[in-house]
């Protein structure tokens, strides 16, 4: 199974592991990276620390967007990874993907102002505004590995 989290065109982490259950993967088998400077300099700090398996690494605390695509991967490895909202159209009203709001999270929009003004989400109807929000709470890590109803 291959695990994959990605900024579009930016840093990406690719991680090969046994097993084709999200929910149960197996032995991690080879890990790909590729990002910004940041980006690598934090995955060799931590690989030297904590050594090549990442899903016995530490979650990190940071909110920038290396920490949130480490977080996403080792989460994925414990197999924890519970993002809480599953459709994939987050916006009906201007058909905004979920895809879209994510990255624009992931990318440094953390609140659901800067998220609307970068995709276009919520300037309608409003209804959609609570999933934003628990998208932007779930990348932040305020509810790790918990489902929002
Ligand atoms: S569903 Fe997003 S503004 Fe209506």
Redesign the pocket.
């Known amino acids: 199974m291959v695990i994959k989290v990605e900024l579009e065109g930016r840093d990406f982490l690719q991680v090969e592991c046994e097993g084709e259950n999200l929910q149960t993967p197996g032995r991690v088998l080879k890990v790909d990276m590729k990002g910004c400077t940041e980006f690598m300099e934090m995955m060799q700090k931590m690989k030297r620390h904590f050594g090549a398996d990442l899903s016995k690494w530490p979650l990190p605390e940071s909110n920038d967007h290396s920490s949130m695509l480490l977080r996403e991967m080792i989460l994925k490895l414990r197999g924890e990874w519970k993002f809480p909202y599953e459709e994939a159209e987050v ?4 058909t905004v993907a979920t895809h879209t709001v994510d990255q624009a999270v992931i990318a440094g929009a953390h609140t659901p102002e800067v998220v609307t003004r970068q995709t276009s ?8 505004r609570p999933e934003v929000q628990k998208i932007i709470d779930y990348r932040l890590g305020k509810t790790p590995g918990k489902v929002s109803a």
Not at 91 to 94: Q, T, V
């Open positions: 916006c009906h009203c201007r989400a919520s300037t309608a109807c409003g209804t959609c």
